[in-house]
């Protein structure tokens, strides 16, 4: 039990140009997803919080507006990164919560590279 | 300040040895801790969490936690090669989220 998917798990677009990752629990509601980011040799680091049905709380310095997150549903929570530029490629992981939330199972992660 | 300590490694241990991982955290009203493994590449994997003082095992890993020391490690006995990985401890400090350490690198010699 307690997996969790990710589309796509590598992307290279170019800059200035939108990309949308999803991240699904399979086989488990979700009330909570966790975006990440985690740059090379470096641990991860939390960008956002949503829960299913209002709005993500962002982490301090991570632009809202830039990187916005959606949990339409119980299993799905999209991250879409907008007109994205070479600094913002990182390996893009998420997790969803359990029953007992802080119990995090993470997404196989989304490898990002802007040109 | 939520902090989460590491020694960054890396940890060497031949095969079939004991490698002890090691975590400090600052919050003291943290209520919950995990252990994750991270392969190069990979997303975090949870290996075990705890909640209690004490020892847990599950197979030939043992984590144990001192809470009013503000300390948590993980053992794995008889390592193996397939252990070589980074190893994240997090911390939950009671809201939904985790705090995670930079990691430990262990790498086990064949």
């Known amino acids: 039990g307690a997996v969790v998917s990710q589309h796509p798990s590598w992307v290279i677009c170019k800059s200035g140009t939108s990309v949308k990752i999803e991240c699904r629990s399979l086989d488990f509601q979700a009330t909570t997803m966790f975006w990440y980011r985690q740059f090379p040799k470096q641990s991860l680091m939390l960008m956002a919080t949503s829960n299913e049905g209002s709005k993500a709380t962002y982490e301090q310095g991570v632009e809202k507006d830039k990187f916005l997150i959606n949990h339409a549903s119980l299993t799905l929570s999209t991250l879409t990164v907008t007109s994205a530029h070479p600094e913002d490629s990182s390996f893009y992981i998420c997790?969803?919560?359990?029953?007992?939330?802080?119990?995090?199972?993470f997404g196989p992660g989304t490898r990002l590279t802007v040109t | 300040q939520k902090e989460v300590e590491q020694n960054s490694g890396p940890l060497s241990v031949p095969e079939g040895a004991i490698a002890s991982l090691n975590c400090t955290y600052s919050d003291r009203g943290s209520q919950s801790f995990f252990w994750y493994r991270q392969y190069s590449g990979k997303s975090p994997e949870l290996i075990m969490f705890i909640y209690s003082n004490g020892d847990k095992e599950d197979g030939r890993f043992t984590a144990q936690l001192n809470k009013a020391s503000q300390y948590v490690s993980l053992l794995i006995r008889d390592s193996q090669p397939s252990d070589s990985a980074t190893y994240l401890c997090?911390?939950?400090?009671?809201?939904?989220?985790?705090?995670f350490g930079t990691g430990t690198r262990l790498t086990v010699i064949p």
């Open positions: 997090a911390v939950n400090p009671g809201a939904n989220n985790l705090f």
């Open positions: 997790s969803a919560g359990s029953r007992r939330a802080y119990e995090q199972y």
